[in-house]
């Protein structure tokens, strides 16, 4: 089981980008998904976690109207669009994955996690 995110990079606040994560050696079915980031100096925290069971995704206040989850089946890939993006939203990006009988979409309920990507937004 792997997840590999990717996607991040450096833009001008206000700017976009749309992060991947593609999962290799299972498929999404019946996981959620969770989006977490960690900006330097500071703790780890989560973006959104997708509900498999009823399709959901909760996202946190600092991103939510800004940030959306999405996923491609045919190549089991989840995205997260970013759009308006503030300098805060600065940090390296997260992806991870759990079964969807676990209660819980907090980090430490998290069983696969993929290397991070690097967003980068300038003032």
């Known amino acids: 089981v792997q997840l590999q995110a990717s996607g991040g990079g450096l833009v001008h606040a206000g700017g976009s980008l749309r992060l991947s994560c593609e999962a290799s050696?299972?498929?999404?079915?019946?996981?959620?998904i969770g989006w977490f980031r960690q900006a330097p100096g500071k703790e780890r925290e989560g973006v959104s976690c997708?509900?498999?069971?009823?399709?959901?995704?909760h996202y946190q206040d600092y991103v939510k109207g800004r940030f959306t989850v999405s996923r491609d089946n045919n190549e089991n890939t989840v995205y997260l669009q970013m759009n308006s993006l503030k300098p805060e939203d600065t940090a390296v990006y997260y992806c991870?994955?759990?079964?969807?009988?676990?209660?819980?979409?907090?980090?430490?309920?998290?069983?696969?996690w993929g290397k991070g990507t690097q967003v980068t937004v300038s003032s």
């Open positions: 050696g299972f498929t999404f079915d019946y996981y959620d």
């Open positions: 997708f509900r498999f069971r009823d399709g959901s995704t």
């Open positions: 991870a994955t759990k079964p969807e009988y676990h209660p819980g979409c907090g980090a430490d309920e998290m069983e696969y």
